[in-house]
């Protein structure tokens, strides 16, 4: 099983503000690499998929970059809307697995 | 498009519970279907997935041989039969279109397995 480990766990960031987390694979997942934005009581709303490919409707805002190993997910400058908890997930070797999250919260 | 979880509640440990996911608003056979759990304060598990006529299926280990992902496309549902449950079954169950990144969810139904 891949494990995905996402840093740091929590990131203090003010309105305006950029922001950047990151997203480590255990072993290479090649492309295939999605990011969700959740909020409380919420289902996952998926941001990015395919490492940098927004999804419908997604702000410009986000954006997605890596490979293999190593990814970013970029928020290039918060809005309020935007503070909640992201995770990234491989979909390159099942089972497909989630990191434990990133807190994004209000410096 | 909608996806509207039911069949969640309390359990006790090594009952059973039959989750459906009724959608509409998209051509339910065309899409690989997805189950994932989050547990209470914690992060998000991929529980199963299913192809488009329910030819391939795919668990993670620690439900083989206790759940069974299946659809029925005649009546746009998906379901999770849940069988053996245990407490570290207890999660918000949701469903989302797609096997691989899901981008249409529903709002998940809660199961709570009791010891």
């Known amino acids: 099983e891949i494990v995905m480990t996402q840093s740091p766990a929590t990131l203090s960031v003010s309105t305006g503000e950029g922001a950047s987390l990151s997203c480590r694979a255990s072993q290479s997942v090649r492309s295939n690499l999605a990011w969700y934005q959740q909020k409380p009581g919420q289902a996952p709303r998926l941001l990015i998929y395919d490492v940098s490919t927004r999804d419908t409707g997604i702000p410009a805002r986000f954006s997605g970059s890596g490979s293999g190993t190593e990814f970013t997910l970029t928020i290039s400058s918060l809005q309020s809307e935007d503070f909640a908890y992201y995770y990234c997930q491989q979909f390159n070797s099942w089972p497909w697995t989630l990191g434990q999250g990133t807190k994004v919260e209000i410096k | 498009v909608q996806l509207v979880e039911s069949g969640g509640g309390l359990v006790q440990s090594g009952g059973s519970l039959r989750l459906s996911c009724a959608v509409s608003?998209?051509?339910?056979?065309?899409?690989?279907m997805s189950w994932v759990r989050q547990a209470p304060g914690k992060g998000l598990e991929w529980v199963a997935n299913?192809?488009?006529?329910?030819?391939?299926?795919n668990y993670v280990d620690s439900v083989k041989g206790r759940f069974t992902i299946s659809r029925d496309n005649a009546k746009n549902s998906l379901y999770l039969q849940m069988n053996n449950l245990r407490a570290e079954d207890t999660a918000v169950y949701f469903c989302?279109?797609?096997?691989?990144?899901?981008?249409?969810w529903g709002r998940g139904t809660l199961v709570t397995v009791s010891s």
């Open positions: 989302g279109r797609g096997g691989s990144y899901p981008s249409y």
């Open positions: 608003g998209f051509t339910f056979s065309r899409y690989w």
């Open positions: 299913i192809k488009q006529d329910g030819s391939e299926t």
